[in-house]
């Protein structure tokens, strides 16, 4: 199972951006996929994720600003960051917490390598 991550960039402050996620490979269910963040010198942080149920979290920092969708059908996530400002330089990294094909696998959670996403002031 692989998680590979496309988007990211650099944008101006005020601008937007989309990241998406793909989640590919022997794959039985998936239930939460989402972002996660980390900026230089700081802990790894929630973005938003989404269930596959369509229950749906963002950190209070981006609420109203970015908007996370999936498609279950191609097991991929989205991130819509739009009015970005320079608090939002980071790495993000994409998840899902899913089951792999084959007998007796195990829910785990899977990590997509990270995009950088840096906005200039």
């Known amino acids: 199972v692989q998680l590979q991550a496309s988007g990211g960039g650099v944008v101006q402050a005020g601008g937007s951006l989309g990241l998406s996620c793909a989640a590919s490979g022997s794959i039985s269910s998936i239930n939460r996929m989402g972002w996660y963040r980390q900026a230089p010198g700081k802990q790894r942080e929630l973005v938003a994720r989404?269930?596959?149920?369509?229950?749906?979290d963002y950190a209070d920092s981006v609420k109203g600003r970015f908007t996370i969708s999936r498609d279950n059908a191609k097991n991929t996530v989205y991130l819509q960051m739009n009015d970005l400002n320079t608090e939002d330089t980071a790495v993000y990294y994409c998840?899902?917490?899913?089951?792999?094909?084959?007998?007796?696998?195990?829910?785990?959670?899977?990590w997509g390598q990270g995009t950088q996403v840096t906005v200039s002031s």
């Open positions: 998840y899902a917490n899913l089951r792999p094909g084959g007998y007796g696998a195990a829910w785990d959670v899977y």
């Open positions: 989404k269930s596959n149920s369509g229950d749906t």
